[in-house]
DNA sequence: AGCCAATCAGAACAATGTTTCGAAAGCAAC
DNA sequence: GTTGCTTTCGAAACATTGTTCTGATTGGCT
């Protein structure tokens, strides 16, 4: 029972929050110690006393990102079509993606040295991807996929992140209608029953 | 006719091959000015006289990526089975996103701030692209696939990219065995006959 | 009131990107 | 060979950033 002083967590969920909002503003570039502790109106000691080093702050809002991706795939509620619900999580992911390129850049391209994940990222991935495994392993039940619920899951988190990295990465070399054709193309072609057919075959 | 020292192109290609080198074996933060002179035996201002800048020196290392990229896809040869060719670039694909890790990064993940891609690298990025394309066309000249060749050579190539970067970010928290899975589940899924003809429905 | 961890303020160091300035070197025409 | 122009070099200098350190201040807890 230490009778000292209490390490609160309003400092540094103050640091966090605006550290998220400079990236959102800025960019990654944006995140450097002396801004976000002027902006958070505290000190660059601070930062180090609570997150390590920079590589620190950026995990944190690397884990926030996937813990806010997850809750916007879930307001993408289930109906009693399981491949309409893939679908509509696509575009979910999509959305978030849009409403966030320099978060979703943290999270799937990483534009930083330092940052390098370990098991515990690995698993906060993961925790994302149960949203979709979920929603898998229903069209699975009932007939609508074959195959590993966890790989589909995969494989159609992998195609969103090309897709969403793509569309957000800068350049928007093209329309926004051809966009959105290639982001109805790809749930065409990663959807279809008798494709996941073909895994049970091998 | 000027009567003066021609700038010879030797410093430079010789510059690039010791970037491209210290990329490959340290990645993205091996790429510094000093280093890179010292390592060339040349000077600093030389790098900023011949790129400009940093994101100059490392834009070319992005071109020189998506040439060789392009030249690596072009090794797996046209059979008659259009699907199966398709199926080669994608594994042609992974080959090189496996042995090159940190140059695909910066192809598609782009770990620096300063580089804004722009229409040239775009455009460089469509050449890439035109690999595929020819092969999709063919693949629906034979009825195997349907729809617009460019579209889906775009949505196989976001999946490629999804899940090299999901392979060399790291991590690697899962087995060479599921990755391999996952990689002949995503040709599965997306180069089904059926699954693109729903495109043609829409 | 007093203890003690949390936090701050500011300086300091290293690494890096970038620019500048003048000197040295190479190539082409005379 | 000499001259003129460009390339290339060498080194210094400046700004920014990540990071650490040291000592002072603060605020909750007993």
Redesign the pocket.
């Known amino acids: 029972?230490?009778?000292?002083?209490?390490?609160?967590p309003q400092?540094r969920d103050h640091i966090l929050e605006v550290a998220r909002t400079s990236l959102a503003a800025d960019g990654i570039?944006s995140?450097?110690?002396?801004?976000v502790a002027a902006d958070a109106?505290?000190?660059?000691?601070?930062i180090?006393?609570?997150f390590g080093?920079?590589?620190g702050l950026i995990r944190e809002i690397f884990y926030d990102g996937f813990r806010r991706l997850r809750d916007h795939l879930d307001t993408a509620d289930a109906t009693d079509d399981p491949i309409a619900d893939l679908r509509a999580l696509m575009r979910a992911f999509r959305e978030f993606a849009r409403a966030n390129p320099s978060l979703i850049s943290v999270m799937y391209a990483r534009p930083y040295d330092?940052f390098a994940p370990g098991p515990a990222e690995s698993a906060t991935g993961n925790a994302t991807r149960e949203a979709v495994t979920g929603r898998v392993r229903r069209a699975i039940e009932q007939g609508r996929l074959h195959g590993n619920a966890g790989d589909i899951a995969h494989v159609l988190l992998a195609t969103c992140q090309g897709l969403a990295l793509q569309e957000t990465a800068g350049w928007l070399g093209t329309s926004v209608a051809s966009r959105n054709r290639r982001w109805n193309l790809a749930a065409d072609m990663l959807l279809t029953a008798s494709a996941t057919t073909a895994q049970q075959r091998r």
Chains 1, 2 share one sequence.
Request: hydrophobic share 40%; proline share 4%; no cysteine.
């Open positions: 029972m230490p009778r000292v002083k209490q390490r609160t400092l570039e995140i450097a110690a002396r801004r109106g505290t000190s660059i000691a601070a180090y006393e609570l080093d920079k590589a330092d």
